[in-house]
């Protein structure tokens, strides 16, 4: 891929403290040569595993459906995230999770 033109390229740490942890977000906007379709990546990964979502991005319809999976994604993290600050507030007594 050393031809490609990248638009956009950020990796970032999910667990940006943890001295043995790799897991990680990595978006990407890009097109393999000029002239070819532009796509987009999204990778979400840990030490052992990855999840890869990907769309081109040069129709409005390819557009919607990769900020629909986004989105989606969002809100379901974002609800998991209010249950696990329950649980751990009810299992364990432990408060600091709650939302």
């Not at 001295?19 to 000029?34: D, G, P, R, W």
């Not at 999840?51 to 809100?75: G, P, Q, S």
């Not at 995230?81 to 364990?92: L, M």
């Amino acid at each position: 891929m050393n031809n490609d033109l990248i638009f956009i390229n950020k990796k970032e740490f999910l667990a940006k403290d943890a001295v043995f942890s790799t897991s990680a977000i990595h978006s990407k906007m890009y097109q393999e040569k000029l002239g070819s379709r532009p796509k987009l990546q999204l990778r979400v990964s840990d030490c052992n595993n990855a999840i890869r979502l990907w769309n081109y991005c040069d129709t409005d319809e390819d557009r919607e459906e990769f900020v629909e999976k986004i989105d989606t994604m969002l809100k379901h993290l974002s609800k998991f995230r209010r249950k696990i600050g329950d649980e751990f507030d009810k299992e364990f007594n432990d408060k600091r999770f709650k939302l």
